[in-house]
Structures are given as structure tokens and as C-alpha cells.
């Protein structure tokens, strides 16, 4: 099975920063990787799909990169609303579908 | 608008039963292909099973197989896991998700999730 590594697993930042969370397969897949995001007590929303592809109504300071292992999810300028969970999930080898152990990003 | 609802969600004893529910409106539920994905207690994501839209196809997590079985009935938009032999590490918020497949690279991912159901599995 492909493994998914996410990086780091908490961060603390503050309004306006931008930040960067990483995720690295265990082998290449292209570019099948999605980003979701979850907060407290709601299901996970999908923001990123096909490593760059900003799904409808997602805010544009959401962005994403990379190809083969390598893979990131930048948020340009946090807002309030972006502190939350965020998942990374490969679809190129299935089953299994992986998800990333989550990067849960807190308010500094 | 698309919506994914559960239910049948519960407290079991190990060893159990449960049946979980997922219906859709909004969409042509013949079209899709839905997964199953779970999350424990202050755990992350975990993927569980899925359905093909005509139901030919089907998968599953290792830890599941030949426990739980995934099935779908188009003419009333609604998919279903029976969940057998239950066990405590089963515990989790079950969700239903749509898989969508992107245009040009073909990747799959899922775009509509519903708002889960809870299964606690505990004597």
C-alpha cells in the first residue's frame, strides 16, 4: 500500500500568516493527490483535487503543488475560518484509498 | 442541491450488528460511485469501502473484509453497510462521501460528503 506522510502534524499560526503543509507518498502518484479540510465537529471539505485543481467555492488563498511524491498545500493568508484539520488523500493505487495523518493547524 | 444523509448509527456490543444508511438527493445516484470512510475519536480519516454505481464493483479496508459488506439500491438513491462482528476499534463517525473523477487527469476524489453517523462499540 502507498503511504502517506503529512508535515508537520500540528502548527501554530496567526491571521495573515502563510503557511505550508507538506505531504509525501511512499512512492510516486503522479498527480493523484487531494487536500480536504475539517473542523471541529463537521464532515471533511474537499478544497484541492488533481494536486492543483482549487475545487468550486473554495477560496483562492488556497493552493496546492507538487508532482510524484512531493506535494504541498499552501494557504496564502490564514483567515479565522482556515483554522482547522487538513487531510491529504491519495488516489492512484486503490484500494486502499490513503489519507495522511492530518495536519491540524491552531491559532498561535 | 446534493446532499448525503446517514443514519442507523448506534451503541452495539461486541461481537454485533449494525446497519448504516446513506441517502442521496440532489443528483443522479445511478451515476456515482459513493465510498464509506470513517474517523475514530480524535483520530484522522480512515477509508472503508466502496461501491461502484452499478454496484459490479466493490472494495474494502483490510480490516473490514469479510465483516462488513457495502450494497446499493438505485431506485431508492440509497447505499448501505452491514457491519457484522463488531469490535471496539470499529468505534468511529461513519461517512458516506461521492466519488467524482477530474476531466483531464482522470483523478478520482470525493467532492460531497454527508454529516456521518455515529457507532459506538462497547459493552
Known amino acids: 500500500d502507498i503511504q502517506m506522510t503529512q508535515a508537520p502534524s500540528s502548527l501554530s499560526a496567526s491571521v495573515g500568516d502563510r503557511v505550508t503543509i507538506t505531504c509525501r507518498a511512499s512512492?510516486?502518484?503522479?498527480?493523484?493527490i487531494n487536500w480536504y479540510q475539517q473542523k471541529p465537529g463537521e464532515a471533511p471539505k474537499l478544497l484541492i483535487y488533481s494536486a492543483s485543481s482549487l475545487q468550486s467555492g473554495v477560496p483562492s488563498r488556497f493552493s496546492g503543488s507538487g508532482s510524484g511524491t512531493d506535494f504541498t498545500l499552501t494557504i496564502s493568508s490564514l483567515q479565522p475560518e482556515d483554522f482547522a484539520t487538513y487531510y491529504c488523500q491519495q488516489t492512484f493505487s486503490i484500494p486502499p484509498i490513503i489519507f495522511g495523518q492530518g495536519t491540524r493547524l491552531e491559532f498561535k | 442541491q446534493v446532499q448525503l444523509v446517514e443514519s442507523g448509527g448506534g451503541v452495539v456490543q461486541p461481537g454485533g450488528s449494525l446497519r448504516l444508511s446513506c441517502t442521496a438527493s440532489?443528483?443522479?445516484?445511478?451515476?456515482?460511485?459513493i465510498h464509506w470512510v470513517r474517523q475514530a475519536p480524535a483520530k484522522g480519516l480512515e477509508w472503508v469501502a466502496f461501491i461502484r454505481h452499478d454496484g459490479s464493483i466493490k472494495y474494502y479496508v483490510d480490516s473490514v473484509k469479510g465483516r462488513f459488506t457495502i450494497s446499493r439500491d438505485n431506485s431508492k438513491n440509497t447505499l448501505s453497510l452491514q457491519m457484522n462482528s463488531l469490535r471496539p476499534d470499529d468505534t468511529a463517525m461513519y461517512y458516506c462521501a461521492r466519488k467524482k473523477i477530474a476531466k483531464d487527469i482522470k483523478v478520482e476524489y470525493f467532492d460531497y460528503w454527508g454529516q456521518g453517523t455515529l457507532v459506538t462499540v462497547s459493552s
Open positions: 512512492q510516486s502518484i503522479s498527480s493523484y
Open positions: 440532489g443528483f443522479n445516484f445511478n451515476n456515482y460511485g
